[in-house]
């Protein structure tokens, strides 16, 4: 079984760029999760898909960030325009079922916003 | 709102010591609790979890009890290997609630 992959592993972008980062989950995962590490704080979660819908966005910080999944197969998380205190790891996770179900993580993408 | 606090690191130990990461939690029900970890290069990963009050979960020779009494769920290792350098993230979720995470602990083991 493949597991969760994302794209870039890392990005390195000029404030005031735009960036997006992918994510495929683990095919058959219906429940799809973006969380934010910055600076080595804890990771924060940003939204949850179910399928194709939004679940819960309350943890996305602003109207820059648009995360999308067509399909509801993989996802993209938009960045437009970043700003320096957008740098951070993103991490992807998946699982099958919502609720207290284990997350399936990916390896994260670095994101360096000069 | 739910919330997770673990010691922050870094730890720094000799194989074969003893560790224990120390998770206390906030939740207005009864959370499931969780315990990650990540290896350097990789996503995190489910180390062991528990479900309910006195559950213990265990994985790898590590151990936590979760702890209604003192909102607790500390993670203990009675001898670590070099191998088990990574961060450990203490984690959980109540009902159908998303996960929410705490800071890390990032532990270095030496030979």
């Known amino acids: 079984e493949a597991g969760v992959t994302q794209f870039p592993s890392h990005s390195v972008i000029e404030k005031g760029q735009t960036v997006t980062l992918r994510c495929d989950p683990i095919?058959?995962?219906?429940?799809l999760y973006w969380y934010r590490r910055v600076m080595g704080k804890e990771i924060k979660f940003l939204l949850h898909f179910v399928k194709e819908s939004k679940q819960d966005e309350s943890g996305m910080p602003n109207n820059r960030f648009l995360a999308e999944r067509t399909g509801g197969t993989y996802s993209t998380l938009k960045v437009q325009p970043a700003e320096l205190e957008d740098s951070g790891v993103y991490f992807c996770?998946?699982?099958?079922?919502?609720?207290?179900?284990?997350?399936?993580f990916g390896n994260g993408t670095r994101l360096t916003v000069t | 709102g739910d919330s997770v606090t673990q010691m922050e690191g870094p730890v720094t130990l000799s194989e074969e010591a003893f560790l224990t990461i120390n998770c206390t939690y906030t939740a207005t029900g009864y959370p499931s609790l969780f315990w990650y970890v990540q290896y350097p290069g990789e996503g995190l990963q489910l180390l062991l979890k528990a479900t309910k009050a006195d559950d213990k979960g265990s994985n790898k020779g590590f151990e936590a009890t979760y702890r209604k009494e003192t909102t607790s769920f500390h993670l203990e290792k009675g001898s670590v290997q070099v191998s088990d350098s990574a961060v450990y993230f203490c984690a959980l979720s109540e009902g159908d609630n998303d996960m929410r995470f705490g800071a890390g602990t990032r532990l270095t083991v030496k030979p």
């Open positions: 996770a998946s699982s099958l079922h919502g609720g207290n179900s284990p997350l399936h």
């Open positions: 095919s058959g995962h219906d429940n």
